[in-house]
């Protein structure tokens, strides 16, 4: 998991993975500035590998957690993101009753709430990731 400073979304971000309901999950967090969420969390969500990356790039943050890791999948799921229930029991099951593939991706649903406001910039950006998201490469 990649994450900025705001603890709230951290918060949010962790308890959508405990909900997931799946064993032996190895949690690695990374991010450039996440003293100030380790030190404010502590141990109020368990086992947490925290990991600073200088480099505010989210490329060298997500590497440097795939390199720290020790399990045979992984998966990524961002601070503000959420995963809808049974995710990633689906698609582990995919994967293991298709070996044959080497990944699966999932669908996203950008969701703005009413009382922000938003960019111009940042509406196409999702208008055009959506309709990237619907694409399906072999």
Known sequence: MQVGPDREDFGKALE?????????L?????GNLIGELQSSIGESFGQVVWIEVASPEPADQLNAAVERSHGELITFLDAEAEWTPGKLRSQVD????HPEEGFVVGRT????Q?????????IDGLAFRKSLAICSVR
């Open 16 to 24: 959508n993975i405990r909900r997931q309901n799946y064993p032996s």
């Open 26 to 30: 190895e949690l690695l967090v990374t």
């Open 94 to 97: 995919y994967l293991r009753s």
């Open 114 to 122: 009413p009382a922000e406001r938003y960019s111009s910039e940042l």
């Open 109 to 112: 649903r950008h969701i703005l």
